[in-house]
C-alpha cells in the first residue's frame, strides 16, 4: 500500500495537532516523520510514529517543551532539551549550530535532556541543504555489549556525518551497532539472513540470525572493539559537552528512554570554499570512488539510495504497512 | 631488547639534527616518535623512523618547512602544512585548535597539503593533556576498497577521538580498515591467525590470513558497508574544509604518499565544566563501562592498554627491534 507524500504529512499533522503541538511544530514534526518515510527510513518514519505519541502519553516527551539556550563560548553553545520532542530539539540544535558556523565558521551545540531524535540523518541533510558539513551524534539506552562483555552497557550511539553536493548530498547515518534494533526486526519479519554476522546467539555464537540476536541482546559493535572504543568516547564527549546524561543514566527500557545527550556540530563551506569549487572537488571524489572497474559497478555513496528512493516514492506513493496506516488513521479520528 | 626512553629520544634527536630539523623541532620530532614507541605503538614509533627519514631524503618530506595560515573565520582556520614533517605539522595544527577552542569553546584548523602524520593518537592524547577534548582525523593514499569494489579507491583515514579523564584520558585512535597495514605485517610476521576476518584472499573469500589478504589488497572496513561510508565522508570532509587533496589525487605509492588533509578539532572542557565535575562524569562512565559482570571482566576503556604499556615500558625500557635499532644508530653515526 502506498500513500502521497501530503496524505502521508497530513494525518501525521492532524494526530500531532490534536496531540497538543503548536500548528507550527506540528508542520515541521510532521514532516520529520514523513520525510523519513519518503527517504526509505521506514522504522523512523511513520512506523515510529504511534510509539512517538505514546511516549508522550505516558509523559516520556513534552509537546509543549521548547529547547533553552543554557550558555555560550564564543561558538559553542549548551542548550537544554527539556525532554521535548526529540526530533524537533534536533531540528533547532543542528539550526542553531548552523548560524554558528555562519559567524565563526564552525559552530556547535551540545544539548542535553532530549529525547530520541528519530531519524538522525534528518539533521545531516538538513545542514547540507544549508551549505554547511554536519556532523552530529546521540548517545542511546544502553543496547550494545562493549568488546569483550556480553550484557549491553554501552549505547549504539547513531553517527550522522553530512556533506553538501549540489548533485545529491552525502550523508552518513549509521548506528555503531552492525545492524541497528530496527535492521533485526526487519530482517526477522522478512525471514531473511544478515548479509554479516550482526551478533553472538545465546551460545555465544557469531550468527546471522536476526531472532538470535534479539533474544541474546549481544549485538555486535561495527569493527569490534573499534565501533564499541568509538561508542564509549561519543558517549563521553555528549555528556560532557552538554552536561547531561551519559548511556548508563539513560532508562534501559526503550519505552521509558529518555534524557538522551546530542552533540551537532557544523562547518560552513561557504565560508571556506566558492560554491563551484566545493560541488566540483565533491562530485569528482564521488565520481572516482564510484567509477565502474571491470564486474564491479556496485560501489554506492552514502546518501544516494536515499534519493533513489526518494525520488520512486514522491513518484509512486510512499510504502505504507497497513496496519500502522490504519492505527495512525484511528490516533486522527 | 630494550633500551630507556631517553636513550630513544637521543638518537633520533641526533639523526633529525643531522637529517637538517632544527635542535627546537628535531627534539619534538624525536618525542612523537620515542612517544610512540614508549606506547606500544612501534609501527609508527621506531619501526617507522628509517622510512621517515627515506622520505626526507627522496624530497616528500620538507625538513624546513613549518605550516602557514592561509585564511581564518572565527573558530575555524586554514593551514598550508607546505609539505612538512607530517607530525610537527599535525602537532601545531592540533596545538591551534585547542587555542582556538579556548577563545571561542570551539576551535578546528584544517590543513591541507601534510605529510603522514605517524601516530595519529598522539593529537588525542596531546588535545587531552591541554583538557580539551579532541576529534581529528587524516585522509591517506587510496589502500581500501570501498565496499562493492575490489580495487582500493578510499583511504583507510584514521579517525582520532579523544577525552581527557585525569586518571586515564580515553583516546580512541582507529583506522577505517579493520587491520590497519602495519597490524597485518605484525600478525603475518608472528605466523598468528587474526582474531576475526580482516578482509578477502584473491579467490574472494572471507579470511583470517594476513599474508592471504596483503597479497589480494582487499582489506575489509570496520562494519563493512558503515566504514566505507564513513571513510568517504571524511575524505569530502577534509579536502573541502582544507582545500587540499583528496584520497584519489595521493600518490597510491606509500614511499610517495603526500599531500594529505587533516581536520584537527578541539572542544575546551574547561569552558563547559568544573574540573571536578568533569573528572567525575567521565569516571562513571568509564567505571559503568568496565565492571566486572559474571565471567567477563575482560571490557578496555580506550587508551587503557596505552597506559598500561607507557608504564611498563617507562620501567623496564622500551622494546625494540634490533635491526632496526642498528640501523638507526648508522644514520646517527
Known amino acids: 500500500m502506498r500513500v502521497s507524500y501530503s496524505e502521508l504529512h497530513d494525518i501525521l499533522f492532524r494526530v500531532l495537532a490534536r496531540t497538543g503541538f503548536t500548528r507550527e511544530r506540528a508542520t515541521r514534526c510532521a514532516a520529520l516523520f514523513a520525510d523519513a518515510s ?10 515510529r510514529f504511534p510509539q512517538f505519541i505514546t511516549t508522550i502519553r505516558n509523559g516520556v516527551v513534552d509537546v509543549d517543551a521548547v529547547p533553552r539556550c543554557l550558555a555560550r563560548w564564543g561558538a559553542l553553545e549548551r542548550w537544554d532539551g527539556r525532554r521535548g520532542a526529540g526530533n524537533l530539539n534536533a531540528q533547532h540544535a543542528m539550526a542553531r549550530a548552523i548560524d554558528l558556523s555562519r559567524d565563526q565558521g564552525i559552530g556547535c551545540v551540545a544539548l542535553a535532556n532530549t529525547n530520541h531524535w528519530m531519524r538522525g540523518g534528518s539533521y545531516g541533510w538538513q545542514a547540507a541543504e544549508a551549505g554547511a558539513i554536519g556532523i552530529c551524534w546521540t548517545n542511546t539506552l544502553p543496547n550494545l555489549p562493549p568488546w569483550g562483555a556480553t550484557d549491553p552497557r554501552v549505547g549504539n550511539n547513531p553517527l ?13 547515518d549509521m548506528a555503531l551497532s552492525q545492524f541497528s534494533v530496527g535492521a533485526l526486526v526487519a530482517y526477522r519479519t522478512r525471514g531473511e539472513a544478515l548479509p554479516v554476522a550482526g551478533g553472538y546467539d545465546t551460545e555465544g555464537r557469531l550468527t546471522c ?9 549481544r549485538l555486535l559493535p561495527i569493527g569490534f572493539w573499534k565501533g564499541s572504543g568509538l561508542s564509549i568516547v561519543l558517549d563521553l564527549a555528549g555528556a560532557l559537552l552538554s ?3 551519559a548511556t548508563w543514566q539513560v532508562p534501559a527500557d526503550p519505552r ?25 572537488v ?4 564521488v ?12 560501489v554506492k555513496y552514502p546518501g544516494q539510495r536515499t534519493l533513489e528512493t526518494r525520488r520512486r516514492n514522491l513518484a509512486e506513493g510512499i510504502p505504507v504497512e497497513p496496519s500502522i496506516w490504519h492505527q495512525v488513521q484511528e490516533l486522527a479520528a
Request: aromatic share 4%; net charge negative.
Open 38 to 47: 519518503r527517504d526509505g527510513v521506514y522504522s523512523h518514519g511513520l512506523n
Open 160 to 172: 550522522v556525518v553530512a556533506v553538501p553536493r549540489p548533485q545529491g548530498h552525502v550523508v552518513l
Open 209 to 217: 540470525d536476526a531472532a538470535a540476536i534479539e533474544a541474546s541482546g
Open 243 to 245: 552536561g547531561g546524561n
Open 256 to 280: 521509558k528512554e529518555t534524557g538522551l545527550s546530542q552533540v551537532f556540530v557544523a562547518f560552513d563551506l561557504s565560508s571556506v570554499a566558492d560554491a563551484h569549487v566545493a560541488a566540483r
Open 282 to 285: 565533491a562530485d569528482q571524489i
Open 287 to 298: 565520481d572516482h570512488v564510484r567509477q565502474p572497474s571491470g564486474s564491479d559497478d556496485t
